[in-house]
Nanobody, 126 residues
Framework: VQLQASGGGLVQAGVSLRLSCAAS????????IGWFRQAPGKEREFVAN????????YYADSVKGRFTISKDNAKNAVYLQMNSLKPEDTAVYYC????????????????????WGQGTQVTVSS
């Protein structure tokens, strides 16, 4: 599977943005899809993930209540709705795919994902 992330941009604090992750080559069926972000000079950090088969989701505490991960079966796409954006959300956002695990919380490390998209820049100005 190949992943393509899109939807980033330059926005002001407090507004919303929706990122998209589209798959080509195969469907997301059977996989866990995650969103990560990496700010300049920082390590890549987990944001949220979703189990394609059940739509179960898991979030990092830093985004819980503001971000929502969802999927569209027909479009074979995963979305990250980001509300109430803050300057500290500024980063390159990546989507990635991983083989299933019993718990979504077991898929919060970047190293547990096998396929990555190219990233999309989100910049939030204050």
């Amino acid at each position: 599977v190949q992943l393509q992330a899109s939807g980033g941009g330059l926005v002001q604090a407090g507004v919303s943005l929706r990122l998209s992750c589209a798959a080509s080559g195969r469907t997301f069926s059977g996989l866990i899809i995650g969103w990560f972000r990496q700010a300049p000079g920082k390590e890549r950090e987990f944001v949220a993930n979703i189990r394609w088969s059940s739509s179960s989701t898991y979030y990092a505490d830093s985004v819980k209540g503001r971000f929502t991960i969802s999927k569209d079966n027909a479009k074979n796409a995963v979305y990250l709705q980001m509300n109430s954006l803050k300057p500290e959300d500024t980063a390159v956002y990546y989507c990635a795919a991983a083989v299933p695990s019993p718990l979504l919380s077991q898929r919060v490390l970047a190293g547990s994902y096998d396929v990555w998209g190219q990233g999309t820049q989100v910049t939030v100005s204050s």
